[in-house]
């Protein structure tokens, strides 16, 4: 049996994959790859097929495969300390660094950051954190969180009751009874046709409140949303959307946490998706670029406001019951405080914006006067195609996920990998921040490709 073949088999017999069709692949009717090698923007699998990885794994290879200034860093982390805790008081010369990096480079209102593995254990440690701030302040009852339909926040017990996509809720009991869900600020789906983006921000920030109306502002906590949705859709706020939640926000004392593990280190064409959107966060979640992926971490950033409140706590509770094994490990951290260096040096922020402007630019002209393509849409580094059964009413594909999967996998056997997004018929692409112009021609030219041959 050769190494491929054996590889296969192995991962049939032993791999429980995530977002998978656990029986169609343990029969052998779903794609298995095996990655071996990644330089740039590129990947190639084990049988040697090289791709243009347009999503940058899960949005997250920020800086391109094949940094040797990460991969040294990790290295030479290893040789000197694999690990040691970050406890009481605790800390590591990578871990005290990369805090510092990251507040450089964080809005202004920011204080201290506190780092896990994974965006999904970033928000629980924000729910929790936030109900503990709380807790302090005398509000036993404030403890619910609001998140919007269609957004992405991880995918445990809380942080899968905050993401608002079916696929996360059904069969696990979730959502959870302390998370509400609210419009998405999804414009392309608006029910009104004729309504415009100013006036949709305008009734997403009005169903807010009526939400806070009917629970009761003395029982709700924070509100949670990404800068832009991501896995949801790929879906940019209509004109206005942050200008109108914050008021509302502001006055009932909710907190904002704003989830920038897609968004955070750059993809935007600026270094947070908060800044770029005029958003006044209260605490930020960040994962994906602040590594690149070259190891697991992720980081809750605290504002100011929150941290006092916190240190309040400590002195009436004492030390502060949370904590992960992992939190801060020297690694990861290592990987980061190099992996910033990087997207500076690179001067990769910038890159972003340039390429991804022109990125949109060409998606949009080569494929949007398309009879089943309804929207072409994104910004920074992020692009997304959505495909209708009727361009004039919106009408989308019953049942929703017919016309992706199909343009994802026609994209394939062109070298070049897109995500069919979640619950829609979307394509989208998420490239590494180090993408060429050329790279961007590539990938317009095999999604042009890939429509025509699925509807034709």
Same mark, same amino acid.
């Given at each position: 049996?050769?190494?491929?073949?054996?590889?296969?088999?192995?991962?049939?017999?032993?791999?429980?994959?995530?977002?998978?069709?656990?029986?169609?692949?343990?029969?052998?009717?779903?794609?298995?790859?095996?990655?071996?090698?990644?330089?740039?923007?590129?990947?190639?699998?084990?049988?040697?097929?090289?791709?243009?990885?347009?999503?940058?794994?899960?949005?997250?290879?920020?800086?391109?495969?094949?940094?040797?200034?990460?991969?040294?860093?990790?290295?030479?982390?290893?040789?000197?300390?694999?690990?040691?805790?970050?406890?009481?008081?605790?800390?590591?010369?990578?871990?005290?660094?990369?805090?510092?990096?990251?507040?450089?480079?964080?809005?202004?209102?920011?204080?201290?950051?506190?780092?896990?593995?994974?965006?999904?254990?970033?928000?629980?440690?924000?729910?929790?954190?936030?109900?503990?701030?709380?807790?302090?302040?005398?509000?036993?009852?404030?403890?619910?969180?609001?998140?919007?339909?269609?957004?992405?926040?991880?995918?445990?017990?809380?942080?899968?009751?905050?993401?608002?996509?079916?696929?996360?809720?059904?069969?696990?009991?979730?959502?959870?009874?302390?998370?509400?869900?609210?419009?998405?600020?999804?414009?392309?789906?608006?029910?009104?046709?004729?309504? !415009?983006?100013?006036?949709? @921000?305008?009734?997403?920030? $009005?169903? *807010? =409140?009526?939400?806070?109306?009917?629970? +009761? %502002?003395?029982?709700?906590?924070?509100?949670?949303?990404?800068?832009?949705?991501?896995?949801?859709?790929?879906?940019?706020?209509?004109?206005?959307?942050?200008?109108?939640?914050?008021?509302?926000?502001?006055?009932?004392?909710?907190?904002?946490?704003?989830?920038?593990?897609?968004?955070?280190?750059?993809?935007?064409?600026?270094?947070?998706?908060?800044?770029?959107?005029?958003?006044?966060?209260?605490?930020?979640?960040?994962?994906?670029?602040?590594?690149?992926?070259?190891?697991?971490? !992720?980081?809750?950033?605290? @504002?100011?406001?929150?941290? $006092?409140? *916190? =240190?309040?706590?400590?002195?009436?509770? +004492? %030390?502060?019951?949370?904590?992960?094994?992992?939190?801060?490990?020297?690694?990861?951290?290592?990987?980061?405080?190099?992996?910033?260096?990087?997207?500076?040096?690179?001067?990769?922020?910038?890159?972003?914006?340039?390429?991804?402007?022109?990125?949109?630019?060409?998606?949009?002209?080569?494929?949007?006067?398309?009879?089943?393509?309804?929207?072409?849409?994104?910004?920074?580094?992020?692009?997304?195609?959505?495909?209708?059964?009727?361009?004039?009413?919106?009408?989308?594909?019953?049942?929703?996920?017919?016309?992706?999967?199909?343009?994802?996998?026609?994209?394939?056997?062109?070298?070049?990998?897109?995500?069919?997004?979640?619950?829609?018929?979307?394509?989208?692409?998420?490239?590494?921040?180090?993408?060429?112009?050329?790279?961007?021609?590539?990938?317009?030219?095999?999604?042009?490709?890939?429509?025509?041959?699925?509807?034709?």
């Amino acid at each position: 049996m050769s190494n491929v073949s054996q590889l296969k088999n192995w991962d049939q017999e032993a791999f429980f994959h995530p977002s998978t069709h656990l029986s169609e692949f343990a029969r052998g009717n779903a794609p298995n790859h095996v990655i071996s090698t990644g330089e740039g923007v590129y990947i190639t699998d084990i049988e040697g097929k090289r791709f243009l990885d347009g999503f940058a794994g899960l949005y997250c290879v920020n800086v391109g495969y094949g940094r040797q200034k990460v991969i040294d860093a990790i290295a030479e982390q290893a040789q000197k300390l694999a690990y040691y805790h970050a406890y009481v008081g605790h800390g590591t010369e990578a871990s005290i660094t990369l805090s510092h990096m990251v507040l450089e480079r964080a809005p202004a209102n920011m204080s201290k950051i506190y780092f896990g593995l994974s965006g999904s254990d970033a928000n629980e440690t924000n729910v929790k954190i936030i109900w503990y701030y709380n807790n302090v302040l005398g509000r036993p009852k404030k403890k619910k969180i609001i998140s919007r339909w269609r957004g992405y926040h991880g995918s445990g017990l809380m942080t899968g009751s905050l993401t608002g996509l079916e696929l996360f809720h059904k069969q696990f009991d979730l959502p959870l009874s302390q998370v509400l869900h609210t419009e998405a600020p999804y414009y392309f789906r608006r029910k009104e046709g004729d309504m !415009s983006e100013k006036d949709f @921000s305008a009734f997403c920030a $009005t169903e *807010l =409140e009526k939400l806070i109306e009917r629970e +009761g %502002a003395d029982t709700i906590a924070a509100f949670i949303g990404e800068p832009l949705l991501g896995t949801g859709g790929l879906v940019p706020p209509p004109e206005g959307y942050w200008q109108a939640i914050t008021p509302i926000l502001k006055k009932h004392d909710i907190l904002l946490i704003a989830d920038e593990v897609v968004t955070g280190f750059g993809r935007m064409g600026s270094m947070f998706g908060s800044d770029h959107y005029g958003m006044e966060p209260d605490i930020i979640t960040v994962a994906k670029g602040l590594t690149s992926a070259y190891a697991p971490l !992720s980081g809750s950033i605290i @504002s100011k406001d929150v941290w $006092t409140v *916190l =240190e309040q706590g400590a002195d009436e509770y +004492g %030390a502060i019951g949370h904590g992960w094994t992992y939190s801060a490990h020297p690694i990861g951290a290592a990987a980061g405080v190099a992996n910033l260096q990087v997207i500076d040096e690179l001067n990769l922020v910038e890159n972003a914006r340039d390429v991804g402007a022109y990125l949109n630019r060409a998606m949009h002209d080569a494929v949007s006067d398309h009879a089943h393509v309804g929207d072409v849409r994104g910004d920074g580094m992020l692009c997304a195609v959505e495909f209708v059964e009727d361009k004039a009413s919106r009408k989308l594909y019953e049942p929703i996920g017919k016309v992706g999967p199909k343009v994802a996998g026609a994209l394939v056997k062109r070298g070049v990998i897109g995500r069919a997004m979640p619950h829609g018929d979307i394509i989208g692409f998420a490239p590494p921040l180090c993408l060429t112009r050329k790279e961007a021609d590539r990938i317009v030219a095999a999604t042009g490709e890939a429509i025509e041959e699925v509807f034709d």
